[in-house]
């Protein structure tokens, strides 16, 4: 089954995408550095790219940044004056990232390396942001959540990225700490009343996963 969702999203790709030669580069580069293939599937990164475009949005906050390959999507879909604050904790990580942007020639972005946990309270002259991306380690989920909720204002996009995790989500007894901070993550969305939340699954060259997508009211 995997190599057919994997076949599928490499037509959908090849027949909706254009060539994009930096971001091969990008993957190519992170490959080298010894990152893991774990960045969004290019799909998604365009997805993430209409979803800045669709709400305008000119700040954005990513935690969690690895090589910047979702991060250089959401930078190129800015207008002039927007900028992306991504967030990493690993040093060689952050390294790769900003010679991938660098590379990518944005001036748009700002890399802070640091566990998230330390490094989200010094946004707060940012704020608000206008789209948030949670894609770092899955146990922080609901700590970034309220870091988000704090630096949102009303219109506000939240995306947790990687909540499926191959069904396993389903599971209140799962021993992976990640699961548990996913698991918690959705209940706090779907129990706050300051958001419209959704969820969706997705299959392809990334697996069984989905995505949760929350506006603050
Ligand atoms: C799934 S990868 C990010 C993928 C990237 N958003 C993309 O799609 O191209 C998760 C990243 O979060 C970083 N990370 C893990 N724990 C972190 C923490 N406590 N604070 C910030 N970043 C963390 C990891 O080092 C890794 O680079
Ligand atoms: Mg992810």
Partial sequence: MHAKWSAVDEYLVNTLL??????????????????????????????????VQISGARKVLEI????GYSTVWMARALPEDGCVVTLEADAHHAR????????????????????AADTLPGLAALAPFDLIF???DKPNNP????????YSRSGTL????????????TNPESPDERVQGVRKFI????QDPRLTVTALQTVGSKGWDGFTLARVK
């Fill in 158 to 169: 939240i995306i947790g990225d990687n909540v499926v995790r191959d069904g396993e989500v």
């Fill in 96 to 115: 790769v990232a900003q010679e991938n942007i660098c590379s990518a020639g944005l001036n748009n972005v700002e890399i802070r390396v640091g566990p």
């Fill in 134 to 136: 949670i894609d770092a």
């Fill in 143 to 150: 700590l970034y959540l309220e870091w988000a909720l704090k």
């Fill in 187 to 190: 209940k706090m969305l779907g």
């Fill in 18 to 51: 254009p060539a994009d030669p930096v971001l091969d580069n990008l993957l190519l580069h992170n490959q080298q550095s010894s990152l893991p293939p774990i960045d969004v599937a290019p799909n998604q990164g365009q997805l993430l790219a209409l979803l």
């Fill in 64 to 67: 969690g940044t690895l090589g």
